[in-house]
């Protein structure tokens, strides 16, 4: 190159470099949680990041300098196989930034839990009835019923007054509706579709002696506090396997199952408030 091209080049970088155009890369270095049983993904503005463990980085594209860049990240937790925890926040960068997101703690009103459908067989449905002492006086609810095993089995069997479900998956619920339906005792089951988190479907509870549960830990520790709020004191409440976030149970039993498996079954009954 000759030296007037050359002086031509540095010329227009430092012009370039003058009026703030000179672009340059950020970075965000993303935590994720390590106890998941699938590994977790991540998402930039929807597109993959790559890598595996607990963080993962993406390098932005070439941003124009002094500029303010908004980024869209996600990450997609599976705890275990039937829980798949949605955590989204929204960054903003500028050029040359290195910035660090920690995704590894809940943010109540962003992060979106999705628990899917698993039965609780009838033969531990029982057990619960048996810890709960239901009686034909009791109004039985289950916040997530799937197809109502919880409820019709209380009502059949026991004699139970009615039973309430609410239920996020539609499929679920016409499922539940036609199988109350099928046992002949759709007149005792009210099934509703509606979302636990949502404190104005859950006013429902309230009316409700006896709480049948089972729900995972996660969805369980983010619903306990609305179940506080709402239950009547003196509401027997039974969990199948899992805690009910910082809920002390009166009782803890393990039964064994008619499938030769043990089940932990937990129990609280709801103290007047203060
Ligand atoms: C583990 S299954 C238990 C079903 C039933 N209670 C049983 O023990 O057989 C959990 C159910 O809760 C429902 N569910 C998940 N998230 C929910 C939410 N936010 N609101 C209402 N139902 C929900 C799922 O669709 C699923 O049917």
Request: aromatic share 6%; with cysteine.
């Amino acid at each position: 190159m000759r030296a007037s091209c050359v002086g031509f080049v540095l010329f227009a970088a430092l012009v370039g470099a003058a009026c703030g155009q000179e672009k340059k890369a950020a970075t965000i270095t993303i935590t994720v949680p390590e106890n998941s049983y699938k590994e977790t993904l991540v998402t930039v503005d929807g597109v993959d990041v790559k890598g595996t463990g607990k963080t993962r980085v993406f390098t932005t594209p070439a941003l124009e300098a002094g500029k303010e860049y908004k980024f869209k990240v996600s990450a997609l937790v599976e705890p275990n196989n039937y829980t798949k925890i949605t955590r989204p926040r929204e960054v903003t960068v500028k050029a040359g930034d290195a910035l660090k997101l920690d995704l590894t703690t809940e943010d109540k009103k962003l992060d979106k839990i999705v628990v899917r459908w698993v039965p609780t067989p009838e033969d531990i449905v029982d057990e619960m009835s048996k810890l709960a002492k239901i009686t034909k006086d009791d109004i039985i609810f289950d916040p997530g019923c799937g197809d109502a095993v919880m409820l019709i089995r209380p009502v059949k069997a026991l004699g139970a007054k009615k039973g309430i479900g609410i239920e996020i998956d539609p499929k679920y619920v016409k499922i539940a509706k036609e199988k109350a339906k099928d046992e002949g005792v759709a007149d005792k089951i009210d099934i509703r579709e509606g979302d636990i988190l949502n404190e104005k479907d859950m006013a429902v509870c309230a009316e409700a002696s006896v709480v049948l549960i089972y729900i995972g830990d996660d969805l369980g520790a983010r619903m306990a506090p609305v179940l506080q709020k709402l239950l009547k004191p003196g509401t027997r409440v039974v969990s199948h396997r899992f805690k009910l976030g910082d809920w002390k149970p009166d009782k803890t039993v393990t039964v064994k199952g008619a499938d030769g498996s043990d089940y932990i079954l937990h129990y609280w009954e709801v103290k007047a408030k203060k």
